[in-house]
């Protein structure tokens, strides 16, 4: 499940009947100054009846054969699209482990302005993430303007591993019964659960 709140404790109302926070979702809207993801405004994005605002919730599910292969969703505004792509690509293309291709160092791309950030940190077990050297350098002998930034995205993930199918399905099909396992951002000091 994704949701968003959207800044600090939403739109700073409480429903009196659920207790749940109500969500800021007008924050995803443009408007003719400055957006607060300091990105340029965009008219096809101002607040008008019957619009949608744009979001970068990016809930991803993972197929592979017709089986659930991973489950996977971040936080952090417009850096959550790259973080949930490089997440996924870590582990479904380039086959790190779930929690190495959580935790590796990530690079954040807007288009606009033409800087690539990327966020060294130390998470609250002391341990740090950075981008090493060589990739920084790498990014820079391609052209790349490199600026630090204090912002990023952070990801939790579920992946199954489809071992053997048990039997067959009532329609033909196997059934596969895999190994699952949760991985939670240290970014963030979460940890999975489940029940």
């Known amino acids: 499940m994704t949701t968003t709140v959207n800044s600090f404790f939403g739109a700073h109302v409480l429903s009196p009947s659920t207790g749940i926070v109500l969500n800021n979702e007008m924050d995803d809207f443009s408007v003719p100054e400055q957006t607060p993801d300091h990105l340029p405004p965009a008219p096809a994005n101002f607040i008008a009846p019957g619009k949608r605002p744009l979001s970068s919730m990016t809930p991803t599910i993972i197929l592979k ?31 790190m482990s779930p929690f190495a291709a959580v935790r590796s160092a990530r690079v954040y791309h807007k288009l606009v302005p033409n800087v690539v950030k990327y966020k060294d940190e130390t998470v609250t077990d002391g341990e740090v993430i950075k981008l090493s050297a060589e990739v920084r350098e790498f990014l820079r002998s391609r052209g790349h303007v490199l600026e630090g930034t204090g912002s990023g995205a952070v990801c939790q993930m579920i992946v199954q591993d489809l071992l053997q199918p048990v039997s067959g399905g009532g329609g033909g099909e196997n059934v596969f019964h895999g190994m699952l396992t949760a991985v939670s951002d240290p970014r963030k000091d979460g940890s999975p659960a489940g029940v």
């Not at 017709?66 to 973080?83: D, E, F, M, P, W």
């Open 65 to 95: 054969g017709g089986q659930l292969a991973g489950v996977l969703g971040g936080s952090g505004g417009t850096n959550i699209i790259a973080a949930v792509t490089q997440v996924f690509l870590n582990h479904f293309v380039v086959g």
